[in-house]
């Protein structure tokens, strides 16, 4: 590929195309990258590496260091991420959501969770309130499914919590500007006015648990670089509020199943959803981008490409725990002793075994849903 065939990079909270170059977002965003020191601290206190730490999908943070540090001076600690409910949940939400499990046992944090079902029907042309809100609980669910604890997992609905949510929110709003949205978030004249409210209401979540609880507690957000914009304008008015500044882990996106481009729930042929029957989703992954060779003879001689391969991406970031089957994955491919339909064919068992699992869960979260959801303060 020429440089001229490559497609620019655009990565914001509501757009993710072109070639992402993670490095150049580093840059640009003015964030730190991941460290192994990081990575380690964080594996110390849960006891072993998670398989996204191990393998580098978390790429970037900001103060990081600083949170682990108030926890490991005996401090309370906090998490907060979220989903922006407009369809089915399909595998790239799942990644930051099984981290903050992962993050959650580790530092025996409580995870606030919020459903922007707002953001979604004021962004969206073709989404009523009433089917965003349904989303919402019908999203939790994956949520819960991921095994979060109850006891320590809050899930706000924007539009059905507001009264928990909205005086701090007003707070917030406060101190921003529209000049700031429009240059954070690139918002014009024609845009409506509740989307340029919306931030105020997704930056306030990283002072709840503070607000709640009477006392500042750190706060990570663990999720994909995408949603950097927001914390960037959060980190800009939390001293002057009295808060700490949230920290976060950046995650790289989990592709889709064609070339090119992260999964989106846009293109549902190239997604994997949660709610997809397992047949259909294993035909899906039948039918993924490899990048191997043209013809039988050629991928023995040549091998496959891995670094190309999306099929080998699924393996890499959730379907191959095991570090040392992994690499023998990645030399089969390499040396043309495994040939991608052979590859594709036990992938999509794996995704089969996966979402059988899952949606079980998904089904007894349905009995305690009601018991996650965010509760007036006592
Ligand atoms: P939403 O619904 O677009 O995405 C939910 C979460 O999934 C991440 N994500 C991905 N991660 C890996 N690979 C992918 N292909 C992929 N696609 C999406 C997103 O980064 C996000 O973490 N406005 C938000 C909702 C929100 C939120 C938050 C998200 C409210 N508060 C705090 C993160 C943290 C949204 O629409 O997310």
Known sequence: MTNQDKQEMVVTPWEVSGDIDYDKLIEQFGVQPMTTNLAERIAKHAGGMHLQLRRGVYISHRDLDWWLGEYEK???VGLYTGRGPSGHVHLGHLLPWFFCKYLQ?????????????DEKFLHR????LEEAIRLT???SLDVIACGLR??????ISDSDHISHIYKLGLKVAKRITFSTVKAVFG????????VIWHPALQAMVSFLQSD???QNIPCLIPAAIDQDPYWRMTRDIAEKMGYYKPAQIHAKFLPGLAEGGKMSASQPETAIFTTDPPKVAAKKVMSAFTGGRDTVEEQRRLGGRPEKCNVYAYYYFLFEDDDEKLVDREMMCKNGSILCGECKKQLADRVKVFLTDFQAKREKAKDVLEDFLLKPVK
């Open 74 to 76: 005996g401090n309370k």
């Open 125 to 128: 042309e073709d989404l009523t």
């Open 137 to 139: 609980y019908d999203n």
């Open 212 to 214: 709640r609880e009477g």
């Open 105 to 117: 046992d580790a530092f025996g944090a409580d995870l606030y969770f919020q459903m922007t079902d």
């Open 187 to 194: 918002f014009n004249n024609s845009d409506n006015i509740g």
């Open 150 to 155: 109850q006891e320590k997992t809050h899930i």
